[in-house]
């Protein structure tokens, strides 16, 4: 069974800079998409940043300019750095990546757990 697994998150003061990671657990063929989401409390989720399977990138409004995404095909690797952090960006990451396991299988949208990024002083 394969699973996203995230990491980089935690606490940082408004301004601060926090990086994201996340990769699958397991063995796959090939990955598209990639990509970030979050979700505040009583919100609902919401696209943060996607990196194409090419290397094209799409962002939120709320963080152009501040959030980088990217990714290392060698290691199956999405990254999201976070610059400028602001408080109204608490919320939980959740990484996305539409995979394909084998090579007759489709491909599919996988989730990780979700890591926790609070911007507080």
């Known amino acids: 069974q394969v699973q996203l697994v995230e990491s980089g998150g935690g606490l940082v003061q408004p301004g601060g800079s926090l990086r994201l990671s996340c990769a699958p657990s397991g063995s796959i063929l090939r990955i598209e998409a990639m990509g970030w989401y979050r979700q505040a409390p009583g919100k609902e989720r919401e696209l943060v940043a996607t990196?194409?399977?090419?290397?094209?990138?799409n962002y939120a409004d709320s963080v152009k300019g501040r959030f980088s995404v990217s990714r290392d095909n060698a290691k199956n690797t999405v990254y999201l750095q976070m610059n400028s952090l602001k408080p109204e960006d608490t919320a939980v990451y959740y990484c996305n990546a539409n995979i394909k396991l084998r090579t007759f299988s489709m491909y599919r949208d996988y989730w990780g757990q979700g890591t926790q990024v609070t911007v507080s002083s």
């Open positions: 990196i194409a399977g090419g290397g094209v990138t």
